[in-house]
């Protein structure tokens, strides 16, 4: 700086590059950041989510749903009924990585209660119903969750008529979940 106070072009120059420098070393951080929290920088790439939960013979049990399953179930729905109509009726891939994730345990409560749902029962539910014929896993294993959910869904709506064993299978739920 002058004596008249001035600070000398030169100077100036160097002091915002300094500034600037900074500012795009924070920007760029912060960037970095976001692409690293939206590329999934886990030790699991290509996992959407996973799970753990204790059943109900007190066995710890642990759920992983992939990008790939995920993708096999949307393109065969899109196939079948197209995206469009899944998303009117609000079916999305949250959804989906829900059903997945929640499948086991649906099953599990299910199976205990006297409530299974088999692979030709999906089929056959979604044939009648949707006019197509799932095949692959992981879309029977959608399903299957769907169905299972919607009954449990509906005895929690009307408890004065799922009587005891459906009170208790709804425990049973909450219990593992």
């Not at 600070?7 to 951080?29: C, D, G, I, M």
């Not at 290509?46 to 992983?64: E, I, K, P, W």
């Not at 009648?128 to 959910?149: I, Q």
Request: aromatic share 4%; glycine share 8%.
């Amino acid at each position: 700086m002058s004596p008249s106070g001035v600070v000398p072009f030169q100077e100036q120059t160097v002091t915002r590059s300094l500034a600037a420098r900074t500012r795009v070393l924070a920007a760029s951080a912060a960037l970095l950041l976001a692409v690293g929290a939206l590329a999934g920088c886990s030790d699991h790439p290509g996992q959407v989510a996973d799970m753990h939960y204790t059943g109900l013979d007190g066995a710890r049990h642990s759920v992983v749903v992939s990008e790939k399953d995920v993708d096999v179930v949307v393109k065969e729905l899109d196939s079948s009924l197209g995206w469009e109509n899944l998303v009117r009726q609000g079916v999305n891939r949250s959804q989906i990585v829900n059903g997945l994730l929640r499948a086991p345990m649906l099953v599990e409560v299910g199976q205990a209660h006297g409530l299974t749902v088999t692979d030709a029962q999906v089929v056959q539910t979604v044939k009648e119903r949707l006019g197509f014929e799932p095949r692959k896993p992981e879309t029977l294993t959608y399903l299957r969750a769907t169905v299972l959910s919607g009954h449990f869904q509906q005895l929690s709506q009307h408890p004065e008529q799922a009587g005891q064993q459906g009170k208790v299978a709804l425990a049973d739920l909450d219990k593992v979940r």
